[in-house]
């Protein structure tokens, strides 16, 4: 167990819905990362909070947001979802500072048929 | 855009064999990670390199930083099938502590 707790684990939803991915951060943990994992793509950094801020965006859907809650938990919601969605979504969380490493939970596999 | 390039992308040695992996950027970075991610699992970091030319070890793995900070390689020394899985570089260079990542290394060691 690395600390960072997502769910669920695996996701199975048709084109045009929406689904919300969620995180829990490593104890005292400030920042939280959102990567997408696809074959053809690597791991591509979507968006990052810092203590409830929004601190830093990628090339994140306008379909796809994101929050972070008082708690420091993280919800990545993905709307209006298409077939090319589909891949590995993981959530990552650090320190004030992620030049020093990231911690990663195990994923969520997204399914859009 | 920084861009992190790692070669090879796929590395297929009988156990007991070297092998380098590569990580290069035309940008600096401030550190340089290396994880390593199993089928299923999310990336597990290995290393932190934060000096231009530091070398660290992990048992048999060996990781260097470039003198410039923008390149590193990852060096495993006797390879075993336990070190199968996808090597990951990413780099920090923006004060917000977003890492860029490579497109990674699958590495193969078979018994």
């Known amino acids: 167990d690395s600390g960072v707790t997502q769910t669920p684990k695996h996701l199975i939803t048709a084109t045009g819905q929406r689904v919300t991915l969620r995180c829990s951060p490593r104890s005292g943990d400030l920042s939280v990362y959102w990567y997408q994992q696809s074959l053809d793509q690597g791991l591509q950094f979507l968006i990052q909070y810092y203590n409830g801020e929004e601190r830093a965006k990628g090339n994140i859907l306008e379909r796809f947001s994101a929050q972070q809650f008082p708690d420091l938990h993280s919800e990545l919601n993905l709307s209006s979802l298409e077939l090319g969605d589909s891949a590995l979504y993981f959530c990552?969380?650090?320190?004030?500072?992620?030049?020093?490493?990231?911690?990663f939970g195990s994923g969520t596999r997204l399914t859009v048929v | 855009t920084q861009l992190l390039e790692q070669s090879p992308q796929f590395l297929s040695i009988q156990e007991g064999e070297n092998l380098t992996v590569y990580c290069n950027s035309s940008?600096?970075?401030?550190?340089l990670q290396w994880y390593r991610q199993e089928p299923g699992e999310g990336p597990v970091l290995l290393v932190t390199v934060v000096t231009g030319g530091e070398v660290k070890k992990l048992k048999r793995l060996t990781f260097q930083f470039g003198d410039a900070r923008k390149d590193s390689s990852l060096h495993i020394t006797a390879a075993q099938p336990g070190d199968t899985g996808l090597y990951l570089c990413a780099g920090a260079g923006s004060n917000t502590g977003k890492l860029i990542f490579g497109q990674g290394t699958t590495l193969q060691v078979k018994p």
């Open positions: 990552a969380s650090s320190g004030a500072g992620g030049g020093y490493g990231y911690t």
């Open positions: 940008s600096v970075f401030s550190s």
